[in-house]
């Protein structure tokens, strides 16, 4: 069966310091890889998607970036956060752009 | 198009009660579209999905309705249980659109 794996579970991060995300899909291959962006009790907002290795889209102007080095890991890195980066931070992937997707267990980012 | 920047709109009902969560999507080309459900700190977990040629899908306890004419998606939940608590949340999909768009969410609450 197929697993998603998303850490760290929570990370606190001073202003201006750097930020790398992980997420890994087991026992799948060429997934749909997307990170999404959730502030408080608001909606999700897709950041980046990717349909294959080296292959990202941005959806959003930001101080982000993603980056695919593997055709199962998705990595959302930045080089100095900002206030405004706290949320939390789901990576989710889907077999095809047709069917539904799956989700980690999410990253709650305080930015301080 | 995406409603990241609205808060969340609540939906309280007595348990036993059945429950109807509206969503209007926004890309009428959109031929693919999914329930979630969030629990809090959780990442979305997938209910019940439906595509543009039906109008109507059942699974177990929830009903799904498709109006393609004025862009609305309904989430039906019957006898509602305090363990559906959380937040719903619809997505659409399009042929050749390698990306899911959340709508805002709805919170529901279950009242013993």
């Known amino acids: 069966s197929q697993t998603i794996h998303q850490w760290p579970a929570t990370l606190v991060q001073p202003v201006g310091s750097p930020l790398s995300l992980e997420c890994t899909v087991e026992g799948t291959s060429n997934p749909n890889l997307y990170w999404y962006r959730q502030a408080a009790g608001r909606g999700l907002q897709l950041l980046f998607y990717s349909v294959g290795i080296g292959q990202i889209s941005s959806e959003v102007p930001q101080n982000l970036s993603a980056s695919r080095p593997q055709d199962r890991q998705f990595i959302l890195s930045s080089k100095k956060l900002l206030l405004s980066d706290s949320g939390f931070y789901l990576c989710a992937w889907s077999p095809r752009t047709d069917t539904e997707a799956f989700f980690g267990q999410g990253t709650r980012l305080t930015v301080v | 198009g995406e409603n990241v920047g609205l808060h969340l709109p609540t939906l309280s009902v007595q348990e036993g009660d059945n429950s109807i969560i509206n969503c209007a999507y926004s890309?009428?080309?959109?031929?693919?579209f999914i329930w979630y459900k969030q629990e809090s700190g959780k990442g979305p977990q997938f209910i019940i999905d439906?595509?543009?040629?039906?109008d109507k899908r059942q699974g177990q306890r929830v009903t799904v309705l498709l109006n393609k004419t004025v862009k609305h998606l309904s989430l039906q939940i019957a006898a509602t249980q305090p363990g559906d608590s959380a937040v719903y949340f619809c997505?659409?999909?399009?042929?050749?659109?390698?990306?899911?768009?959340f709508g805002a969410g709805t919170r529901l609450f279950v009242k013993a």
């Open positions: 439906i595509r543009s040629n039906m």
């Open positions: 997505a659409e999909n399009w042929a050749g659109g390698f990306k899911t768009i």
């Open positions: 890309n009428s080309a959109s031929d693919y």
